[in-house]
Every structure is written in structure tokens, then in C-alpha cells.
């Protein structure tokens, strides 16, 4: 049955080869492979279509279906477009793109039949495999489709060396050879191939939501997200790090209260659709700097210490003293940041932020940072009052607040009882359980009753020490709110009221803060951030963070400047004419090298040289309409051949016994195979001018 649907198909289209079944077979493995990482990416119908229509093309393969004629191929086409443009309608995105190519793609399949359809299916499935970037860019990513493509390339091999049988430990071979082969001149093309900034700055958002910090906070948000041990960035100090209790990395200022919702007042332009600069760095030796490199957020807000200044252009300072992106950050990015070594002093009780009380407040920000709802939670505005009528000063109003936090029994917990609409009477007087949010919003709430400026600020506390290379990691699950409060005399002073309720949080992070609740990403069973007090488990996880984190850093991140920068290390001052010249050395020196292992590879023996001989043979008399067929041996086929032409049936003879002398005979008689090849040379020669006379 198989070979009848093959024959059909042959008639209907002339001498086209059909793909050999050992071709077809790693066209379809090479196909699962390269869609496999992209599934994760399209929506479910799409999957469940492109699995369909490879095991429809596996059913022909194994010949329990056919091929479907053009009206059932134009219906399919017709229904797969419907439903993508209902799923996708008004996405402009690049997921969108990668979605209708997988789409395509996966209906190509289905009219994949003959040799030259599969040499075209080859480069589309090589060039799906680089469109998986759009969307990762890890270490992993590049070593599975550094994996899919050797499997893709088998592809080719299996074409075109798929007749001569060769052993698949000798397909194995060659095809590790050419990769061996190949790698240092895609090197040397990677480091010294001046980066031409536009090629390298085209924004591409993938239009995926992303986890992280957003720009409103209501109760049980920051709970959700300390769920998560997704990363939000990593840093590298120049120096020595600061303390762990000092490690807030500001991103947010929440200044408005609606409800019982935090919301920030500040307008943040939307996305950015132009070119992307290149991030260049200022140079900051002397100082105490530290490089950041963000995981995206699709947001422009970024993250830093206190009393931080710029030292990369890709992102400023706003007039409320938090770092902003100039673009969305659409993929993993870096920044510098220079900063002043921060106060050791009590970090609770109030820590100065440095320069961004450099000025006083003007009529607006203070009608901004008082703002409150005129109604709600009289218990609260009662405490407060009674407070008031005690005329103390503000800071020591702003101590006693601090310390009933200490002095009250309330408990810091990710699972907080429900509360009622007056939230904060609520849980300042009766649930007292609660985590940062709930802390840093009361705080603010009773600061603001007392006429005292004052905002919640979000963003990371701490972070987690890379011992294996020395840089810190914040999660998702670092996430924390605190309080900065208006002091005419000192400026921004930062007050944190979940280090009363549970030091623990700010000395040693989340995760020994509820220990013995059991919390820590109890959401997360598959998360191996949870299982770090097994130490193999913990080795394994920082050692792949530091893989891709090396990664991004020498990889993703090459750009012009790190490429100036590595290479004046070895070449001194290096101009575009000098990375040129170096380039064409390298690259000249890399292919003579190749051309000689290839070469080498051609002079290896008689024997391959009968088989390239006798493949010559085959070539020339396919003019005469005899092809070779799939699995037909040498006197298969020139017994064929002698069928149609009689006269020429002794040389034919010949020709195969020497075929088969010089290819299976055991001797070692070199100066035997050499005169039998070259005999072989000169009779097929006079045998294809014969054969070509008789055939006109």
C-alpha cells in the first residue's frame, strides 16, 4: 500500500524523487523537536492542530492515509485562518507573529512529499528554531536548539548521503565533524563582527504579562507575588556589599489611598516603539557602584539603593527619586548605578535617605502626601487624635507609632484573616496578623491623620548571595513595602514597621521569617528555591543561575561596548577598522583550516573514491532516463542498464565487478586497487559516451 501511494504520487508529478522513508522519518523527529519549545508559547488549539496534522502526515508515512487533495488542503487553510484571526484579532505582538509562522509551518508539513519540498522545510524549521528566542534567551534555550538544529541538519545529511547506507555511527560523525568544524568561525564572527547598533536595537515585546511590582497595592498582592521565586534581577558590586538590612531597592512610591487600595499618582509614558540605545556605562572607579541586570517587566520603572546616581544612559532619576527606564523593559537589560555607602544605624527606627531631601516639599506634594479619605475607620483617626493631644514632637509621635507595632501583639503571617471595609481599624485593633502591605499602609494611614508626609514605598528588600560568583539575586518572593516620611530638617527618612512586628524579614529574608508557618512558596511545589536546606539541590540551582547569569552577561549581552571593551584588553585602542582587519584574519585563518580538514577527508582512500566514482557514474546516466533507485545495488542496477542498452553489457559487467572488487575484497594490494580504479575511470567514460550515442 505504501509503495502504491508513493508510485501515484511519482506518476502525478514526473521524475520528482520522493523523500526517502529514513529522510522522512528524521524530517518528522526533527519537526516535534522544534515545535516542542514553541507549544509553551501558542495557545492550546494551536497545539492540538499542529500535532494533528504530524500524525496525519505520519499516517501517510506509514501508509494508512494519502495525500489530501487541494480542495480538503484549501478548506483546512481556510478554517485554520478563520480561527486565528477570531484568537489573535488585534494582537500586534510578536507572540501573534511566531503563533501564525508555527501555524503555517505545521500545514506545510502536510505537503511535504518530494526531495525538493524537503530541502525547503529544512531552512523554514532552521529559522523557527531561532524565532524561539523571541522568547528566551537562556543558556538552556541555546543548548536545546543548539540540539533541535543538529537534528534539523541530520535532515540534510539523510539526503544527501542517505543512498550510499551509510552507518548512523558514521552519520553521527560527519555531522559532529562539520559542527566541530563550524564553531570556531561562528566565534570568531561573534566577537569580532563589529555590532552595528540598529541590527542590535530593534525593541521586540513578546506581549507576555510578566511578574513583578506593579503600581497599586492592595491587601494580599505582595503575599501573591512573595509565592512566586521567579527572579526580578541580579546584582554586582564593585566592593564590598552592603548589609543585608540595608539592601531596599526602591522602585515605587505609592502616595494615593483610594479604598483600601495604595496607587501611585506619577504618569509613566506608555510603550516605547522606536530604537533601543545601546546601554553604554560611565566609568565610576572610585566610587561605590553596582551593575543590575533586570529581567523584563514590560514597565520603566527599575530599582535601586537609596542616594543612588545614573551611571548608564538608558535610564535617569524623576523628580520623586526613583530610577526610571528611558524604554520599557521589553528584555533582560542592565544599568550602573554609583551610590554613597549607606547609614548603619537603626534600620527600623528611621535611616535618612541621602540626597533626595535636597529640597522642601512645595504646596502640591504636601496636599499629595497627606491625602487621605475624609471618612472611614474612626477608630484609627481616634487613637491618632488621642495621640496628638498629647503634643509631642513629630518624631517622637513617629517613635510611639513604631513601637506599638513592637508593643502590640501582631503577628507577621503570609495568610492574614479577612477584614472589613474599615480595613485599618480592623487590623490595628482586632486581626493584628498581617506582612508588609498591611504594615506599611497602616503606618502611612495614621502618619498622614497626624498631618505628617508620608508614602508607602514598594519595591525589594534583601536579596540572595551567589557564593559561586559573588553577586546577589533578588526573587520575586524579596518583594516589600516600607514607609518614606517628610522631615523638614532631614529630608526623605525611611521607616520600616515590619521590622518591629518580625526583624527575622529584614536580617535573614522571607523565608526564615515563616519558618515555622511553612509558607515559604507553599504555592510552589515544584519550585526548587523551596528545597534550600537541601544543599545539593541549592549547589545545582545557584550553579545554573550562574551559567545563565554568565550567559546573559558575555552572550546576551555582548554590545559594542563590551565587545570595545574585551577586545582593548588584548589589542590595546581598537577602532572599526582594526575589529576589520582582525576579522578577516581570523575568519581567513578559521576557513583555511576548514578547507583543509575537508580536504584531508577526501584523500582518506581508494575506496571512497570508487563510491564517489561509481555515484559519477549514476549521475551521468540519469541523461539517459535510468535512474538509480532507492536501495538499488551497483548490479542492480547496471544489469538495468544492459536490459536497455544490450551492446554495452560486458563493459557494464565490468564496471560493477570492479565495484565490488575494490569496495568488499580484502586486499592489500594498493598497487591493484589503483589500476583497477582508473581502469573503472576510463571504461565508464567510454561507457556514458556509448550509452548517450545509442540513447539519441
Not at 511519482?10 to 526517502?20: D, E, F, M, R, V
Request: proline share 4%; hydrophobic share 40%; net charge positive.
Amino acid at each position: 500500500m505504501i509503495n502504491s501511494v508513493e508510485k501515484k504520487t511519482s506518476n502525478q508529478t514526473g521524475n520528482a524523487p520522493l523523500i526517502p522513508r529514513g529522510s522522512l522519518f528524521l524530517l518528522m523527529i526533527a519537526f516535534l523537536s522544534v515545535m516542542l519549545p514553541h507549544y509553551a508559547n501558542i495557545e492550546a488549539w494551536l497545539v492540538v492542530c499542529s500535532v494533528g496534522v504530524a500524525l496525519w502526515r505520519a499516517s501517510i508515512f506509514r501508509g494508512w492515509l494519502s495525500f489530501p487533495n487541494s480542495s480538503v488542503k484549501t478548506l483546512l487553510v481556510l478554517i485554520a485562518i478563520g480561527a486565528f484571526y477570531l484568537t489573535y484579532r488585534q494582537q500586534y505582538t510578536v507572540e501573534s507573529a511566531v503563533a501564525f509562522f508555527v501555524l503555517a509551518v505545521s500545514l506545510k508539513l502536510i505537503e511535504v512529499k518530494f526531495t525538493k519540498d524537503c530541502y525547503l522545510f529544512v531552512f523554514i524549521l532552521l529559522y523557527l528554531c531561532a524565532c524561539q528566542f523571541l522568547f528566551s534567551q537562556t543558556f538552556l534555550t541555546a543548548l536545546y536548539q543548539l540540539f533541535a538544529t543538529c537534528i534539523v541538519l541530520s535532515v540534510l545529511f539523510s539526503l544527501h548521503k542517505g543512498r550510499l547506507n551509510v552507518p548512523s555511527r558514521v552519520r553521527v560523525f560527519e555531522l559532529s565533524k562539520l559542527l566541530v568544524i563550524s564553531v570556531p568561525l561562528v566565534i570568531s564572527i561573534f566577537v569580532f563582527f563589529p555590532r552595528i547598533a540598529p541590527l542590535w536595537s530593534i525593541p521586540l515585546s513578546t506581549g507576555k504579562a510578566q511578574t513583578g511590582i506593579s503600581d497599586s497595592m492592595s491587601p494580599g498582592e505582595i503575599a501573591e507575588l512573595t509565592q512566586s521565586a521567579a527572579r526580578a534581577f541580579r546584582i554586582e558590586f564593585t566592593g564590598e556589599a552592603p548589609p543585608r538590612s540595608q539592601l531596599y531597592w526602591r522602585g515605587l512610591e505609592l502616595d494615593l489611598l483610594e479604598g483600601n487600595t495604595w496607587r501611585s499618582s506619577e504618569l509613566i509614558s506608555g510603550r516605547f516603539l522606536g530604537r533601543l540605545d545601546e546601554v553604554r556605562t560611565t566609568n565610576t572607579k572610585g566610587k561605590n557602584s553596582y551593575d543590575i541586570l533586570i529581567e523584563p517587566t514590560n514597565n520603566r520603572w527599575g530599582y535601586a539603593l537609596a542616594s543612588s546616581d545614573v551611571a548608564s544612559n538608558n535610564i535617569y532619576i524623576n523628580e520623586r527619586g526613583f530610577v526610571r527606564f528611558k524604554n520599557n523593559i521589553i528584555q533582560p537589560t542592565r544599568y550602573r548605578l554609583s551610590y554613597e555607602a549607606p547609614n548603619i544605624g537603626d534600620r527600623a527606627l528611621g535611616a535618612p535617605l541621602g540626597k533626595t531631601q535636597a529640597r522642601s516639599l512645595s504646596r502640591d506634594e504636601r496636599r499629595r502626601y497627606l491625602q487621605l479619605p475624609l471618612s472611614g475607620n474612626p477608630k484609627t483617626r481616634l487613637f491618632v487624635t488621642e495621640l496628638l493631644n498629647q503634643r509631642v514632637s513629630q518624631s517622637f509621635l513617629i517613635q510611639r507609632l513604631m513601637s506599638y507595632f513592637r508593643v502590640q501583639p501582631f503577628y507577621y503571617t503570609l495568610k492574614p484573616p479577612l477584614t472589613n471595609s474599615d480595613f485599618f481599624d480592623d487590623f490595628l485593633f482586632n486581626t493584628r496578623k498581617g506582612f508588609c502591605s498591611h504594615y506599611a499602609g497602616s503606618l502611612v494611614y495614621m502618619l498622614r491623620l497626624a498631618k505628617i508626609p508620608s508614602r508607602v514605598v514598594v519595591g525589594y528588600q534583601g536579596g540572595e548571595v551567589n557564593e559561586q560568583e559573588g553577586y546577589l539575586i533578588v526573587h520575586q518572593y524579596d518583594a516589600h513595602a516600607w514607609v518614606e516620611v517628610w522631615s523638614d530638617d532631614a529630608g526623605w527618612v525611611r521607616y520600616d514597621p515590619t521590622a518591629m512586628v518580625a526583624p527575622e524579614r529584614i536580617e535573614n529574608g522571607l523565608e526564615q521569617a515563616v519558618r515555622e508557618e511553612g509558607s515559604f512558596l507553599s504555592g510552589s511545589a515544584f519550585s526548587s528555591a523551596r528545597y534550600n536546606q537541601i544543599g545539593v539541590i541549592r549547589w545545582m540551582r545557584l550553579k545554573l543561575d550562574s551559567v545563565n547569569y554568565n550567559w546573559q552577561k558575555w552572550v546576551v549581552g555582548y554590545d559594542g561596548q563590551t565587545q570595545l571593551n574585551f577586545l582593548s584588553r588584548w589589542f590595546g585602542a581598537v577602532t572599526f577598522q582594526t575589529l576589520a582587519l582582525i576579522m578577516t584574519l581570523v575568519a581567513g585563518l578559521v576557513i583555511g583550516i576548514a578547507f583543509w580538514v575537508l580536504s584531508a577527508d577526501k584523500k582518506r582512500g581508494p575506496v571512497n573514491k570508487v563510491v564517489l566514482e561509481f555515484e559519477r557514474f549514476c549521475k551521468a546516466a540519469e541523461k539517459s532516463g535510468m535512474t538509480r533507485e532507492v536501495g538499488e545495488t551497483p548490479n542492480q542496477f547496471t544489469d538495468r542498464l544492459a536490459e536497455r542498452f544490450p551492446e554495452q553489457k560486458e563493459s557494464l559487467a565490468y564496471i560493477s565487478r570492479c565495484f565490488n572488487y575494490l569496495q568488499y575484497s580484502r586486499t592489500d594490494d594498493k598497487n591493484e586497487q589503483l589500476r583497477l580504479l582508473n581502469s573503472m575511470k576510463v571504461k565508464s567514460r567510454k561507457l556514458l559516451k556509448a550509452i548517450k550515442k545509442s540513447a539519441k
